[in-house]
């Protein structure tokens, strides 16, 4: 991997602190596979994946708890933790 693969959330830090200034909080969202129409109508049937009421509740969680970063589903954050090491694997 990369630094490049990494620079877009590198880059979100000082964007945070410059909207924190101005009273504005971001919150970087991570969804996985989302349980929509989008994907039926693209030509794609899934039987999976996360329910958008669902997405939209972690969403509005993780504002109202003034959090950075919102995985849905939550295992997304431990892959992203070992995801940089399973090419070492």
């Known amino acids: 991997m990369t630094i490049k693969q ?6 979100l830090n ?41 997405v939209a509740k972690a969403i509005i969680k993780a504002v109202e708890k003034k959090k950075k970063v919102v995985y849905t589903p939550k295992y997304l954050a431990l892959l992203r933790l070992i995801g940089p090491h399973l090419l070492l694997i």
């Not at 990494?6 to 880059?11: A, K, T």
């Not at 969804?31 to 030509?43: D, M, Q, S, V, Y």
């Open 6 to 11: 990494y620079e877009p959330i590198y880059e």
């Open 14 to 54: 000082p964007l945070r602190k410059e909207l924190r200034e101005k009273g504005i909080h971001l919150v970087e969202v991570y969804p996985g596979l989302i349980n929509t129409e989008f994907h039926e109508k693209a030509g794609r049937r899934i039987s999976r994946g996360t329910p958008p009421e669902e």
